[in-house]
């Protein structure tokens, strides 16, 4: 079946760094759009980054662009979010998700079929 494993989370000072992996398995990862959520405690799910099955084209939220970049390497089935300049409010449980429909990069979390279970991202101040 269809499984995505996220790592790469962790504690860290506010304008520290982390990089978020996810690795994909029992898809044709090419044929995916991969995304990025998280959800810190008594907020709603977001669109952190995401990217179309090729990679030309990304989608972040306006509350990271500048900080985050999303990356893919088809070849190795992982998707990357490279996290800059972190801020206590980056607090969260970050997600892995992948769509295989959408040319580009659907925006809602209910455009996506697989998820991962999730990294916590602890940024402290």
């Known amino acids: 079946q269809v499984q995505l494993v996220e790592s790469g989370g962790g504690l860290v000072q506010a304008g520290g760094s982390l990089r978020l992996s996810c690795a994909a398995s029992g898809v044709t990862f090419s044929n995916y759009a991969m995304g990025w959520f998280r959800q810190a405690p008594g907020k709603e799910r977001e669109l952190v980054a995401g990217?179309?099955?090729?990679?030309?084209?990304?989608r972040y939220a306006d509350s990271v662009k500048g900080r985050f970049t999303i990356s893919r390497d088809n070849a190795k089935d992982t998707v990357y979010l490279q996290m800059n300049s972190l801020k206590p409010e980056d607090t969260a449980v970050y997600y892995c998700?992948?769509?295989?429909?959408?040319?580009?990069?659907?925006?809602?979390?209910?455009?996506?079929?697989?998820w991962g279970q999730g990294t916590q991202v602890t940024v402290s101040s």
């Open positions: 998700a992948a769509d295989q429909e959408s040319p580009t990069v659907p925006a809602y979390s209910r455009q996506y079929d697989y």
């Open positions: 990217i179309s099955r090729s990679g030309k084209f990304t």
